[in-house]
């Protein structure tokens, strides 16, 4: 109980340093973004050795090394937090801009002006770089934000949010505006998804059953990031050396990440033709191959796909292949398995390209290109609080605006209707 | 078990002809809304016959006068529904604005595009006007959508749908853009909440009980409508006639809505000044005073507020008076109670006027003028699906743009990453 209550009351601080917040010049926002980073570069040992007790636990626990990669924090990855929230001081506050402006016939002046959401409750998983990443994007844009990371994080998460916190007292930032929920009480975490009154917006961050928890049980409304089961449609009219290249490409160059490809789907006349070209590309590059029956028919070593492999990302070097022989087949298999992530289609026929890119439900839409570009750095948003696989307040990669809202401010002279 | 997987079949049928209703042009889309208006107004008698129907069972049911005109459609209010589908029609598509595009470093053009949500879950009460005007919303901003009306105004629901499924059918647009569910059970519109599947967005309008239990219950995304009990803080520095004019105006000019004022807020140095001015035009509009204990000081026949009084919406001609001796006491009340839809400071003293607006979390603020203007249409949106009390996707009245969302089309030539 007596963590519930101090999460309530958590919420509650950072609410009211969200007001403070609020009225700080972009200027204050930067110099202490900036302080904060001096603080973490300062504070190198300390975080990396709270962070050997979270490996030396996930040691013990048998965590696998995947898992562990997302947990550790070397001195270059702490150096990389800093240089983030420097980063972050260099975008632009998307704060207090006008976004149209009318007067009415009798006066009435209407402004939609752009404002902070106000508190923001960040849920997450292994990686401890989100607790710095995220707060530098919340107080940028002038929100609060209540950190609750994983437990097995918990140390490092921890020690990092203890110097942003001794940064934040020599700033105009209230150091409340950064709370950290230190508790591995999963009950901690779900109290935050019911408290309306003080939180504004829930972020997940993680895997699929974490971001459908909160999605499930939340009433404070959620900005689900999402999975990325995304597909690559090889079209009868796709040139072989583009095809090959972005299927190796989307597969293998970090196949542990969202935008990864996870299914190529293959039209029966082109793969007809490429058969031991592509054979080729996925053994030169140890891709193991989950196909369909057909798939087997014109590849060798098609381990036969099940449910659960046109369902779910593999995050490995494993894909599956499905065989179509139309366009409209390969749209309803990305109805029914994709995430709304990312899908390409492979084809130089360009009305065929655009009837894809118009009936594909996704986030992003590629065309000859590798579905790796769906990130807010490539594409050159400067950082992101996550990708947004859902269809409401921002889709595909969030940048600062995403964690804003609007107001419509009115300024009269006694006008009355 | 017969409707409810009539429901299912139904959101999917919504679904399949959003994909159609997405691709035609906006000429065909415009045509289709006239199409439907001429229909309606070919069908005025029918539609007033089957609203006879449900105007009997409520007179039997004994609904109180209010709830009764919700419920009614005269002939003039069925010309009114065409003359808002054909206003829909001349309203801009927001559809396919490209709202910012670039090209990479390696030549990938990226453009975000607006394109429609999909599928619109609307579930309402009472009044059979929202049948006509949000599908009218709804198909032209490319969306399909499954209504889910109250049961006390089935009869006149199902008439209206009639109408439109004959007039789609003379159109571009398929008939199963528009789903009704033709039941009063429960569990048929809860049926919705959760099909994430098939519906993109629920839309609930209605009273608070009806917007709670969604926002409770759901797994498919809210867009919140809200209930509005909106203050009006009259400042130490506040013009005597404009307050007493925006007060009276944001009251009683149509008391039921949900922009109308509940509460008004006193500085004590104002009241102190002013209060049998402000008495007398309580009196002269017959408005009830609920207040606090020094409102009762000042004022005559007071009746003592309860926490309902400061809570809830009276949505009649009483209103709850709070004194207070700063803005700080007057931000705090309004932080506690309302409910996030708009709010006005009067007062002659700018800055007074811009911190309030600043630090008073809402969709509207006002600097003297009355909370009535939050609506589509007194600030020039055209129509409006409803008010948004929620911070994220749209906030405030939500017009064509609210019904959409965004794609990223990358066209590329081979990029990789």
């Known amino acids: 109980m007596k963590t519930l209550i101090s999460v309530e009351q958590q919420a509650i601080a950072a609410k009211k340093a969200a007001k403070t917040l609020s009225l700080l010049s972009e200027t204050d926002k930067n110099d202490a973004l900036n302080t904060l980073a001096d603080y973490i570069e300062k504070n190198v040992e300390r975080i990396i050795e709270a962070n050997e007790e979270d490996l030396q636990k996930g040691k013990e626990k048998g965590y696998d090394e995947a898992y562990m990669d997302r947990l550790a924090l070397s001195e270059s990855r702490v150096f990389a937090l800093a240089k983030g929230l420097r980063d972050v001081a260099e975008l632009e506050d998307p704060t207090g801009d006008i976004l149209s402006e009318w007067t009415l016939e009798n006066g009435l002046q209407v402004q939609q002006v752009r404002v902070p959401l106000g508190v923001i409750g960040m849920i997450y998983e292994a990686r401890p770089n989100v607790t710095a990443d995220a707060a530098g994007l919340a107080l940028k844009s002038g929100n609060a934000i209540v950190l609750k990371g994983g437990s097995s994080s918990i140390s490092s998460n921890r ?44 972020i997940p961050r993680g895997g699929a059953k974490l971001i459908s928890a909160v999605v499930s049980n939340a009433t404070v409304p959620v900005l689900e990031t999402g999975t990325g089961n995304c597909h690559i449609y090889v079209d ?69 796909a099940n449910e659960q492999d046109w369902s779910d990302e593999f995050l490995s070097l494993d894909i599956a292949v499905k065989v179509v022989c139309t366009l409209k087949e ?8 994709g995430t709304k992530h990312s899908e390409a289609i492979i084809t130089e026929n360009k009305r ?18 590798s579905t790796r570009f769906t990130d807010g750095s490539a594409l050159g948003f400067g950082a992101e609080i996550g990708i947004s696989t859902q269809k409401l307040h921002a889709r595909g990669p969030m940048g600062l605006p995403a964690l804003t809202t609007v107001k419509y401010l009115m300024h009269g002279t006694g006008q009355i209707r």
Request: with cysteine.
């Open 159 to 202: 020690a990092i949010v203890e110097v942003l916190h001794e940064a934040l007292r020599k700033t105009k930032i209230p150091a409340e505006a950064v709370q950290f929920i230190d508790s591995t009480d999963r009950a901690a975490a779900q109290q935050l998804f019911t408290m309306k009154e003080h939180i504004d917006v829930l």
């Open 330 to 337: 390969a749209l309803e298999h990305i109805e029914r398995y």
């Open 236 to 304: 009868e009219e796709a040139d072989v050396e583009k095809a090959l290249n972005i299927i190796v490409n989307a597969k293998t160059d970090r196949p542990a990440v969202c935008n990864a490809a996870e299914t190529v789907i293959l039209h029966e006349n082109w793969l007809k033709k490429h058969s031991s070209a592509l054979a080729e590309s996925f053994a030169a590059h140890s891709i193991t191959v989950h196909g369909d029956e057909k798939a087997a028919v014109y590849l060798p070593d098609v381990i036969p």
């Open 352 to 369: 065929t390209a655009m009837q894809f890119m118009a009936l594909a439900d996704a986030a992003a839409l590629y065309h000859n290109a």
